[in-house]
T-cell receptor
Framework: RKEVEQDPGPFNVPEGATVAFNCTYS??????FFWYRQDCRKEPKLLMS???SGNEDGRFTAQLNRASQYISLLIRDSKLSDSATYLC??????????????FGQGTILTVHP | DGGITQSPKYLFRKEGQNVTLSCEQN?????MYWYRQDPGQGLRLIYY???????QKGDIAEGYSVSREKKESFPLTVTSAQKNPTAFYLC?????????????FGDGTRLSIL
């Protein structure tokens, strides 16, 4: 089983649609969680951190369910500029002072007019 | 502006050749990381360094080497022992003691075989 698993998609949605991405992780001791966005042939950029209480940033809402080891990202009112690959990322220190980031393989989103 | 600078953007390697990818940061971060990304896949950790003159292997260190002689710099050498070096290489950093914070990346180097 992969440490971090995402639905690779692709997701093709019209502008204005709501789309949700899911991610599961296998290490129950994982300690911090993030969603990154990666545009074609570019570096990943932090979209948002994910907290147990859930958090929202404009049209983006992230949720974490530690019991089910599950993370989600909801995008409302999709824009053309949201087209990208979305990476689920899990951080685990395991008693060391360094955090090991483990990346999912990414979910491809295309928003069309 | 503070940030992470990787160079070159594109690099070509001949058979049997070692090549070195540069990563420089002016964020005063102690911890630096090298990742590799293959098409359609997530990033995989090659090496990391928490402090000058110290570095540790990541998940896929074979065929790679690094050095950390200065806080600002963490170059990665792709040796001839790395038989499949074609990939997108990304460097990242975080402040030491802030391992739980997200990492921020340089804009990457694309390495291809000639």
């Amino acid at each position: 089983r992969k440490e971090v698993e995402q639905d690779p998609g692709p997701f093709n949605v019209p502008e204005g649609a709501t789309v949700a991405f899911n991610c599961t992780y296998s290490n129950s001791a994982s300690q911090s969680f993030f969603w990154y966005r990666q545009d074609c042939r570019k570096e990943p950029k932090l979209l948002m951190s994910v907290y147990s209480s859930g958090n929202e940033d404009g049209r983006f809402t992230a949720q974490l369910n530690r019991a089910s080891q599950y993370i989600s990202l909801l995008i409302r009112d999709s824009k053309l500029s949201d087209s990208a690959t979305y990476l689920c990322v899990v951080n685990y220190a395991g008693g060391t002072s360094y955090g090991k980031l483990t990346f999912g393989q990414g979910t491809i989103l295309t928003v069309h007019p | 502006d503070g940030g992470i600078t990787q160079s070159p953007k594109y690099l070509f390697r001949k058979e049997g050749q070692n090549v070195t990818l540069s990563c420089e940061q002016n964020l005063n971060h102690d911890a630096m990381y090298w990742y590799r990304q293959d098409p359609g896949q997530g990033l995989r950790l090659i090496y990391y360094s928490q402090i000058v003159n110290d570095f540790q292997k990541g998940d896929i260190a074979e065929g790679y080497s690094v050095s950390r002689e200065k806080k600002e710099s963490f170059p990665l050498t792709v040796t001839s022992a790395q038989k499949n070096p074609t990939a997108f290489y990304l460097c990242a950093s975080t402040p030491t003691g802030a391992w739980y914070q997200p990492q921020h990346f340089g804009d990457g180097t694309r390495l291809s075989i000639l």
